[in-house]
């Protein structure tokens, strides 16, 4: 029998050994130890499906709270319909319409009016302006008329005759630079004896009222208006009785008048005179 070299046994017990060690460090990585009191260690999955099933399977979920009571107000109440949008938005083009028919028609006064007519188809403008400023003849606007004639029934002598009639005579009231003399400005008044005495007194108050502004508030004036009114309604159409209106007018104002007034109780003065009135001769 061959001997076995002592370092060859060496070796081989050498080898053994490191195999014994392996086996036993794999042996304990497999099971590791544990103290009796720690506690088990979590497996993987298989413990979360356990944590899972220990959860009661019919626990309710938990409710939302209630909604306040406006909230729920809100919801229940009606919308405003889309197509009523577009009205809304015109509601302030019909309120400004419906606005401008509630103002009040304009209505001309018949007596103005007719006032008017009657001074343009007489001519009166030709000389005297549309609106009374004056040309050929005086200025009528602005208190001019009335300064010269304080009564209107010296106007109306005046219209009815001409200046001429009176050339080279004094007529009306003072003026600054005394009173106007007939013809003295290179150019007589033309008569109108052809105008009834309804168009005579209808010129006179269309110069006197509208464009010299003569105050008409008191109370012969307004009845004098109304009468007018009542007489164009009427169609009246009675000449000019020249004598009726010299008596009628004032001897300092308009040469050959004598102030007496009207015989006749039915053909009164006319002009804003009170009832009864007589005008003041001297």
Known sequence: MTEIPEHLLK??????????????????AVTPATDAGAAPVAAGPP????????????????????EAHYIEAAKARRRIPAWVLPLVGALPIWAIAFAGTMQQPEV???LF????????EAGCAGCHGAGGGGGVGYQLSDGSVWATFPDPVDQ?????????????????AERPGG???????????????????LELELVVFHERAVLSGEDTSSEAYQEWMEHLREREEEGEEIEIDLELLLDCAHPDITPGATG???PDEDHPCPGPHAEGEEVAAG
């Open 179 to 197: 009173i106007r003399i007939a013809g003295a400005s290179g150019n007589n008044m033309p008569a109108f004896p052809d105008l009834t005495l």
């Open 260 to 262: 007496v007034g009207s």
């Open 156 to 172: 109306m002598v005046h219209i009815a005759r001409g200046s001429a009639a009176i050339a080279d005579q004094g007529y009306g």
């Open 108 to 110: 001309e006064d018949p």
């Open 11 to 28: 070796r081989s017990r050498a080898a053994k050994g490191k195999g014994d060690e392996g086996a036993a460090s794999d042996s304990t």
């Open 47 to 66: 413990a979360v499906a356990a944590a899972a099933a220990a959860i009661p399977a019919d626990k309710p979920a938990p409710e939302a709270p209630p």
């Open 113 to 120: 009016t007719g006032a008017e007519a009657v001074y343009g």
